[in-house]
């Protein structure tokens, strides 16, 4: 059996973040699992009931279609499970980089607010 570190993962859209919070590709499988392991949170903030989340994949999210898509926001109902989505609201967001991530997020709070207010 194989281990995950013998597997190269260079070229096939998994990433880690270093220190600086930037993405990183990853060598292997196994340097991608461990990093996978640590929180992948970046930002979360509740309103009006709802949770926007943004967090980081760790994978591309373009499968191959332009700028690798790390970071994602959703919208979710806080401790509800009601509606056909589970609880997701139908927002979803994916962005390139960090920083573009915590713009997205500030931009989903203020939607948020915008239709609760």
Not at 32 to 41: C, D, G, K, P
Not at 48 to 57: D, I, K
Not at 93 to 104: E, H, I, K, S, W
């Amino acid at each position: 059996m194989a281990r995950l570190n013998s597997h190269s993962v260079v070229g096939h859209g998994y990433y880690r973040l270093n220190k600086k919070g930037e993405p990183v590709e990853c060598r292997s499988l196994g340097e991608w699992a461990r990093s996978y392991e640590r929180n992948r949170r970046i930002a979360r903030t509740v309103a009006h009931g709802l949770a926007v989340s943004t967090v980081f994949l760790g994978i591309d999210g373009s499968h191959g279609f332009g700028e690798p898509q790390l970071f994602e926001t959703m919208i979710f109902r806080v401790g509800g499970d009601d509606g056909p989505n589970g609880g997701w609201i139908d927002y979803q967001r994916r962005y390139p980089t960090l920083a573009a991530a915590l713009f997205g997020h500030a931009a989903a709070v203020a939607w948020v607010e915008s239709q609760y207010s």
